[in-house]
């Protein structure tokens, strides 16, 4: 079985660029999550989805963060206009109903 | 505001040693804990969990103690193996079947094993 696939692996930009990030989650997991993971430090909650609809999106920064899983499989998350603050690793992560998390290898992203 | 605790953030063991991992939280509604390993390059990826209904788990040469009323657990990991050198999280979260599984992340705790 295939697992949480992520693209593009890595990703440099200068700040005020755009970027997006893709997610295929592990087929037949309805649930996938988004998580920022600043170097050293734990994987933090963006955003999930149950099929195509927001569960919680309340730490996503709406400002500059969009997400979308417009027919509850594959999602993508937009950087609008990056910051140097936004370094980080995105991780995507899938479960089935609440039970497990499965994640990705998630997409490096360096902000200068 | 921290709501899962881990300590120490960094632990060094020889090899068949046991490393002990604390973690705490805040939160008296989270009831499921389970325990991420991460190596360099990779995902988290699930290790072992426990539910507040439990006291301990066990698998293999991980287990996991569980004290409710302090809101605190640990990690062992007995006989270290130089291939278990990687970063612990400890996460929470209130699990309802409704609403996903929002697990909340410690800030990890890096172990290395030396052979």
């Known amino acids: 079985e295939a697992g949480v696939t992520q693209s593009p692996r890595y990703a440099v930009l200068q700040e005020g660029q755009a970027v997006s990030f893709w997610c295929d989650p592990i087929?037949?997991?309805?649930?996938l999550y988004w998580y920022q993971q600043p170097r050293d430090q734990g994987p933090q909650l963006l955003v999930y989805?149950?099929?195509?609809?927001?569960?919680?999106n309340s730490q996503l920064p709406s400002d500059r963060f969009s997400a979308v899983r417009p027919k509850g499989t594959n999602s993508t998350l937009k950087i609008q206009s990056a910051k140097q603050g936004d370094t980080a690793t995105y991780l995507c992560?899938?479960?089935?109903?609440?039970?497990?998390?499965?994640f990705g290898s998630g997409t490096r992203l360096t902000v200068l | 505001q921290q709501q899962v605790r881990q300590s120490p953030q960094s632990l060094t063991v020889w090899e068949g040693e046991t490393a002990i991992l604390n973690c705490s939280y805040e939160?008296?509604?989270?009831?499921?804990f389970p325990w991420y390993q991460q190596f360099p390059g990779e995902g988290p990826a699930l290790l072992i969990s426990?539910?507040?209904?439990?006291d301990k788990k066990e698998d293999g040469r991980f287990t996991i103690f569980f004290n409710k009323r302090e809101k605190k657990l640990s990690l062992h990991i007995t006989d270290s193996q130089p291939g278990d050198s990687a970063t612990y999280f400890c996460?929470?979260?209130?699990?309802?079947?409704?609403?996903?599984?929002?697990?909340?992340f410690g800030i990890g705790t890096r172990v290395l094993v030396r052979p």
């Open positions: 989805f149950r099929d195509e609809a927001v569960i919680d």
């Open positions: 996460a929470a979260s209130e699990e309802t079947n409704s609403a996903g599984n929002k697990l909340t």
């Open positions: 087929s037949g997991h309805d649930t």
């Open positions: 939160d008296s509604t989270f009831n499921y």
């Open positions: 426990i539910r507040s209904v439990s």
């Open positions: 992560a899938s479960s089935f109903n609440a039970e497990t998390l499965y």
